[in-house]
Nanobody, 124 residues
Framework: QVQVVESGGGLVQAGGSLRLSCAAS????????MGWFRQAPGKEREFVAA???????NYADSVKGRFTISRDNSKNTAYLQMNSLKPEDTAVYYC??????????????????WGQGTQVTVSS
C-alpha cells in the first residue's frame, strides 16, 4: 500500500507560479512512476505530467514549456513546478503513483494510488 499526499496549492494571479509537492510513503519510492492529473469543475480528470523512477518526463500539450515535473527519490517526493499560470489551469490537482515505473503513463487506469488533491486557483 502506498499513501500519497499533495501540498502546495493555493490562489495565484495569472502569470504567476506555484510549486506542488507530492509525498509518498508505504513502499520504496523508486518502485513507482509518479504522475499529476487535474480536474476542473464539470470536466473529466486529465493528465498533466508524469515522471519515471529514473527521471524521464512526459507532459500534456497544454502545459509543455510552462510546467516541470521532477522527483527526489531520497526524499520520497515528487514536484510540479507551474509557471506562467493561466485561469484555465484552475483545477484540483491530484498526484498518483504507478507501478509502471520505467514508463511515464498518461492514462488514469495506469495509476494504482491517488492523493486527495490540492486546489489551484488562477485569477485573471
Amino acid at each position: 500500500q502506498v499513501q500519497v499526499v499533495e501540498s502546495g496549492g493555493g490562489l495565484v494571479q495569472a502569470g504567476g507560479s506555484l510549486r506542488l509537492s507530492c509525498a509518498a510513503s508505504g513502499r520504496p519510492f523508486g518502485t513507482y512512476a509518479m504522475g499529476w492529473f487535474r480536474q476542473a469543475p464539470g470536466k473529466e480528470r486529465e493528465f498533466v505530467a508524469a515522471v519515471s523512477w529514473i527521471g524521464i518526463t512526459n507532459y500534456a500539450d497544454s502545459v509543455k514549456g510552462r510546467f516541470t515535473i521532477s522527483r527526489d527519490n531520497s526524499k520520497n517526493t515528487a514536484y510540479l513546478q507551474m509557471n506562467s499560470l493561466k485561469p484555465e489551469d484552475t483545477a484540483v490537482y491530484y498526484c498518483a503513483a504507478s507501478a509502471k515505473r520505467w514508463t511515464t503513463p498518461s492514462a488514469r487506469s495506469d495509476y494504482e494510488y491517488w492523493g486527495q488533491g490540492t486546489q489551484v486557483t488562477v485569477s485573471s
